[in-house]
């Protein structure tokens, strides 16, 4: 598919900030950041069916997000977009192995937060904790047509974005940016700062959208053009994209290190050739799930460089979500390549372009979203890689 041509409106005026739920609170001043007009995305081509050569288990079809196959009354299902921290201090985390998409997206002060996004998710005995929201992602969120749980957020940015009446979030702090509706808990066993102890579950989350009456499928309201369609393209399981077509554009990619990009937590991904997957750890150890210790793998990753500004003196970050032919990579199989990556309405897609325009095909399993400041490099195989090299 060759690459969309719309057009971004995009605009950013810095303000103070209103911190909620974060331990603050300061006087608030206007902003304003410029809605992007919506575009028909006749790009993206209905791939959730079977694909070719592969028989489809019985009572089994293709996710969505991840091509993996799952239970067909798995289909319509609306995910979570749950908010993590990566405070060292926070782990271990509950909910990862139910991670189909995940984002790392640099905040204020040098820290990063985590948005995991989960089809299923009806079965979790423990999630979180959970940490406050800032508005680029739920921008990045709602091309999913997600349920938004967070603890919060500052006031001032996520105001309006979260209170949108197409926005559906369940906020632990409940108040001006959604009610809680009873659905978190509180957990220390081990006597952490109070802002690491927030948790919720399947059972108070289900109750919770019962309550608000929040609709658990698709809503086709808001996303009838996107839910029977793939969110990415992806190949055959059974049939990797090697990025050998790409030649020597394709470079090998094994080891994977973010910390100057997010130098909080260090987060670095090692490729382990035996089953396809990029292994994450941060601050030097493997970043695992607090239930089955298992640690979080990707098939793919994407690397997003994106222009952001800083808003005010308290180090809040704007971040353009909406955007048109910016740079990025695609790593898999042990290469990369770059791309370029565009996005032109709300609840369309993120598209992902190689080199000769055309959308990028993504192997059958989890994918890591690496949003990174237009201006950080990240290293592959001890080789800087940064955006002004392309």
């Not at 926070?90 to 995991?116: C, H, N, T, V, W």
């Not at 999630?127 to 921008?139: K, T």
């Not at 090692?270 to 210790?293: C, F, M, N, V």
Request: aromatic share 12%.
């Amino acid at each position: 598919m060759k690459r969309l041509t719309a057009v971004l409106l995009a605009g950013i005026t810095a303000s103070a900030a209103l911190l909620s739920g974060c331990g603050s609170t300061k006087e608030a001043e206007d902003y304003s950041i410029a809605e992007t007009i919506p575009q028909e995305d006749s790009s993206a081509e209905d791939t959730a069916a079977e694909p070719a050569g592969e028989e489809a288990p019985e009572g089994k079809v293709r996710s969505q997000l991840t091509n993996e196959w799952i239970d067909e009354d798995l289909y319509d299902q609306r995910p979570l977009a749950v908010m993590y921290p990566i405070n060292k201090e926070g782990m271990p985390q509950y909910g990862y192995d139910k991670i189909d998409i995940f984002y790392e997206i640099l905040e204020e002060d040098g820290m990063s937060r985590q948005m995991a996004i989960m089809k299923d998710w009806k079965d979790l005995d423990k999630i979180g904790n959970i940490r406050s929201i800032r508005d680029y992602f739920v921008y990045a969120a709602l091309e999913y047509d997600p349920i938004i749980v967070h603890f919060g957020g500052p006031v001032v940015y996520v105001k309006d974005i979260l209170t949108r009446s197409d926005v559906q979030n369940i906020n632990g702090v409940g108040g001006e940016l959604g009610d809680s509706y009873d659905a978190f808990f509180r957990e220390n066993p081990d006597g952490r700062a109070s802002e690491h102890t927030a948790y919720t579950k399947s059972e108070l989350l289900l109750k919770a959208c019962d309550t608000a009456g929040f609709q658990l499928n698709y809503r086709d309201d808001v996303f009838a053009d996107y839910k029977d369609k793939s969110h990415y393209q992806f190949t055959e399981a059974s049939n990797k994209n090697t990025l050998e077509q790409y030649g020597d554009k394709a470079v090998p990619a094994e080891s994977l290190d973010f910390s100057a990009a997010y130098p909080h937590d260090t987060p670095t991904f090692e490729y382990h050739a035996d089953d396809h997957l990029y292994y994450r750890s941060i601050y030097g150890e493997p970043q695992k799930d607090g239930t089955t210790g298992t640690q979080l793998a990707f098939e793919n990753v994407l690397v997003q460089w994106t222009y952001y500004e800083v808003r005010d003196d308290n180090g809040y970050l704007a971040f353009r979500m909406h955007d048109k032919t910016h740079d990025g990579m695609f790593i898999t199989e042990g290469k990369m390549i770059h791309v370029t990556w565009e996005k032109d309405s709300d609840y369309g897609p993120t598209r992902y372009y190689d080199d000769n325009g055309d959308e990028i095909t993504l192997n059958t399993g989890k994918t890591m979203v690496c949003v990174l400041t237009d201006d950080k490099a990240f290293e592959v195989d001890g080789a800087v890689i940064n955006p002004s090299s392309y």
